[in-house]
Every structure is written in structure tokens, then in C-alpha cells.
């Protein structure tokens, strides 16, 4: 069954210092990977996604992530982080088309806070 | 605009009163899903709907009902609630499933005393 692991809670960075937020799925097929963002009493907003194409896959707000197979991580980076990119990050990754469930699996999530 | 619209936002209700949380897209997407977070848990998937009379369950689905009658609503029913069923509820939606990622609605925080 595929499954995904955020390796962090909790993430604290200063304000113009690189993100990193880490990302581990298991998957018996390649899938598809997803970044998502929460602000605070918002809704969940699509980052970015990885659906077989190139393995580096640019976002909105200057986010992007990589797509690595043999260590089965799909790390969400950003070079410099903003006061407004603190907010909760979900990866999540698709279910394999042929189980029958047809869901998305998303990670317990990564909170950020940027530190002025 | 592309969206995904849920009503009410806010909703605190009595136990055993029956409820609806309404969820419309105008966007055609044939899949939707219904998701509730908890704190320490993430998003667990409650109900989803590939497309039109098409629905199945999804983790958590005791105490809820769904209904796909038409393809821009998907609404979730409360029978009977209990204050387990306090949570943020999301609805989303997909043109299909697995590739293109879902668009979101804002939520609807229910408190159920």
C-alpha cells in the first residue's frame, strides 16, 4: 500500500534562510506527488505536483521539489523564506490506479514558522 | 472564478440534530471528496464520488451520508451527530482522479455540544 512520511512536525527558519521540508513515500508504482499549503484558518492550496515528467517541479510562491526514486523522497525546498510562508505543508501522494480505492494519502503535515 | 464553495463556514449544533454541509464546484470536475482534520491526525478522507450516483467510502465514514445527484454538488449529511464528529471539514475536487491535484474549499468548522 503506498503511504507517505513527513520526517518533520515542526520546522523553524529565519526569515531570508532556505526551507527545507522533507518528504518520504513508499509505492509499489510510480505515483504522483503533491505539495500542499495551509495558512491558518484557510483551506488547503495546491503548491506544486509530480506526475511523471520532469523530475524537478517548480511551484508557486518560489517553491520547488524534487522527485528522487531511488531514495524515494519528494523534499519541498525554497531559497529564501518570507514571514508569509509560515503555514502548514502536506505532501501527499496518489493511490495506485489499480487498488480500486482511487484516494489521495496525505502526509500528518509539516508546520513552518518563520522567525523575523 | 474556478472554486470550490461549502456552507456553512461556521456551525455549532446540538447532539442528535441532523445537519447538512452543503458543497458545490464549477469547475465539471467528475471527482469530489469529503475530508475532516484533526488535530494530530492530519486529513482522513470521510466519503469520495468519482462522478454522478458514484460515491464510496473513504477512512473514517461511520456517522456520515453522502449523495452525488448532480455533478456540481456533493453534500454531507449528519444524521445524527455526536460531539466526536467536532472537526474542520474540508470538500474538494478533481477533473479526475489521481494526476491533477485537488482544488479545495475554505472549510466548515462544526462543534457539535
Redesign the interface.
Known amino acids: 500500500a503506498q503511504s507517505v512520511t513527513q520526517l518533520d512536525s515542526h520546522v523553524s527558519v529565519s526569515e531570508g534562510t532556505p526551507v527545507l521540508l522533507r518528504c518520504n513515500y513508499s509505492s509499489s508504482y510510480s505515483p504522483?506527488l503533491?505539495w500542499?499549503v495551509q495558512h491558518p484558518?484557510?483551506?488547503?492550496?495546491?503548491l506544486l505536483?509530480y506526475?511523471s515528467a520532469a523530475t524537478l517541479v517548480k511551484g508557486i510562491n518560489g517553491f520547488e521539489a524534487e522527485f528522487k526514486k531511488s531514495e524515494t523522497s519528494f523534499h519541498l525546498t525554497k531559497p529564501s523564506a518570507h514571514m508569509s510562508d509560515a503555514a502548514e505543508y502536506?505532501c501527499?501522494v496518489?493511490?495506485n490506479?489499480t487498488s480500486g480505492?482511487?484516494?489521495?494519502i496525505?502526509?500528518?503535515?509539516t508546520r513552518l514558522k518563520v522567525l523575523a | 472564478e474556478a472554486q470550490v464553495t461549502q456552507n456553512p463556514r461556521y456551525l455549532i449544533t446540538v447532539t442528535g440534530k441532523k445537519l447538512t454541509v452543503t458543497c458545490s464546484q464549477n469547475m465539471n470536475h467528475e471527482y469530489m471528496s469529503w475530508y475532516r482534520q484533526d488535530p494530530g491526525l492530519g486529513l482522513r478522507q470521510i466519503y469520495y464520488s468519482m462522478n454522478v450516483e458514484v460515491t464510496d467510502k473513504g477512512d473514517v465514514p461511520e456517522g456520515y451520508k453522502v449523495s452525488r445527484k448532480e455533478k456540481r454538488n456533493f453534500p454531507l449529511i449528519l444524521e445524527s451527530p455526536s460531539p466526536n464528529q467536532t472537526s474542520l471539514y474540508f470538500c474538494a475536487s478533481s477533473p479526475t482522479i489521481l494526476n491533477y491535484g485537488y482544488t479545495f474549499g475554505s472549510g466548515t468548522r462544526l462543534t457539535v455540544v
Open positions: 504522483s503533491f500542499y484558518n484557510k483551506g488547503l492550496q495546491l505536483k506526475t502536506f501527499v496518489s493511490d490506479p480505492t482511487y484516494k489521495y496525505f502526509g500528518t503535515g
